[in-house]
């Protein structure tokens, strides 16, 4: 049996209402899959204090305010994930991809355009009734 991972993610939207999104490299698990950003809760942090590192490592954004949106397990045929999905309503600074990565900000509308990992398809349904 393989260890779940716990992911902090952070679906971001900025003064427009648009939520960012990030493209997975290649090379990684579900890569050239865009997703919300975020990243792994190491031991000892809580899900904002990941989610605001990972943040800031990833796309180069403070986050100042969080608020939980929902919390869904999914299993791979190689992997199991713990999501534990914020909002992010306030940050400082401008988004870029810091690990080379693409990033772009997107319209609610607009989010059944981009192919996203598997994982994700319950975070945007509930997104898109919102």
Known sequence: MTKRIHVAVGII????NQILLAKRPEH????GKWEFPGGKVEAGES???ALARELKE???????ATEPFM????????????LDIHTVSAFTGNARG????????VPRNELVNYDFPE???AILEKLLKA
């Open 13 to 16: 939207f900025n003064h427009d």
């Open 28 to 31: 990684l698990h579900q890569g």
């Open 47 to 49: 899900v904002t204090q």
């Open 58 to 64: 990833e796309v180069a954004l403070d986050v100042t």
């Open 71 to 82: 919390e869904l397990s999914f299993d791979y045929s190689d992997k199991q994930v713990l």
């Open 98 to 105: 810091l690990e080379g990565q693409q990033i772009a900000w």
């Open 119 to 121: 994982a994700n398809k």
